[in-house]
């Protein structure tokens, strides 16, 4: 668990502001991956060999995957890992003493 007080520790934004901003990014990413555009054709090419639709989806796939990263960084719950972390000390404990 992390100190507040300590100054090496990342301090988190606002979690209720990252709420907001991450499900406003997935909106909008949902939005944004359809292909409103129809963009059958083989032209122009990006990076001098993929066609542009594939390179707008390639774009939104790593939007998503950032996305998540930023929604697993500053909207996971704590009190998850605090459980978790509290549970294995005392399975732990419990094996010492049965031993």
Do not use: Q, Y
């Not at 990342?10 to 963009?39: C, N, Q, S, Y």
């Not at 066609?51 to 929604?71: N, R």
């Not at 697993?72 to 010492?96: N, Q, S």
């Amino acid at each position: 668990m992390r100190n507040p007080e300590d100054s090496t520790t990342f301090k988190r934004p606002e979690t209720g502001i990252m709420r907001i901003l991450v499900i406003v990014l997935i909106l909008l990413l949902a939005i944004l991956h359809h292909d409103w555009w129809w963009w059958d054709a083989k032209e122009p090419l990006v990076l001098g060999f993929m066609p542009i639709g594939l390179a707008w989806h390639a774009g939104i796939s790593l939007a998503a995957g950032l996305v998540g990263l930023v929604a697993v960084k500053f909207c996971w719950p704590d009190h998850l890992d605090e459980e978790e972390e509290t549970g294995k000390a005392e399975a732990d404990a419990g094996k010492e003493e049965a031993s």
